[in-house]
């Protein structure tokens, strides 16, 4: 995350760089700019999560175009939990706070909010894979109903994973 962190850093225009160097001011910027950062971050994993999303709603539509109507309500469960983390990634409240948010995060909260987001990467990888053997089990009845219930299973941790996430960011738990 450091990396990720240096090059937005790096990208400051110089107006921010000069201000940098004025006391007090540079923990403004450099909290900004970590806001900044989350936003970028949380925005990549919501597309990720989205093309995800209209994976499964292709397949969905590809279940009723091959007469395999009742697999289409688990797929909407599935695609209902994917809809729901990205709203939720999406909405989230940046990940540092300002100098008068409601909830104050710490350079100790916000490296855990950092450690959900990578995690949701791989998460990301796995829905995907999910996917993949959907795609691949409908031609066997037998597979497809055990390869929606993973897919069910890894969009239902995503959200749950978010949940976690938001629990560091309001320090409730």
Do not use: C
């Amino acid at each position: 995350m450091d990396d990720f962190f240096q090059k937005v850093t790096s990208m400051q225009d110089p107006f921010k760089k000069l201000a940098s160097h004025i006391p007090g001011f540079s923990g403004y910027v450099e909290r900004q700019t970590r806001r900044d950062a989350d936003k970028i971050l949380r925005d990549t994993v919501a597309r990720r999560f989205d093309e995800q999303w209209k994976r499964a709603s292709q397949l969905q539509s590809d279940m009723v175009s091959n007469g395999m109507i009742a697999y289409v309500d688990d797929m909407e469960q599935a695609a209902i939990q994917l809809r729901t983390f990205i709203d939720k990634i999406s909405m989230a409240p940046r990940g540092y706070s300002g100098l008068f948010d409601a909830v104050k995060i710490n350079e100790k909260e916000l490296e855990a909010i950092y450690q959900f987001d990578a995690a949701f990467f791989d998460l990301a990888d796995q829905v995907a894979r999910a996917n993949d053997n959907v795609e691949a089990s409908m031609g066997d009845e037998a597979a497809l109903p055990a390869a929606i219930r993973n897919l069910i299973s890894l969009t239902r941790t995503a959200v749950e994973t978010y949940n976690r996430r938001s629990e560091v960011v309001t320090g409730s738990k």
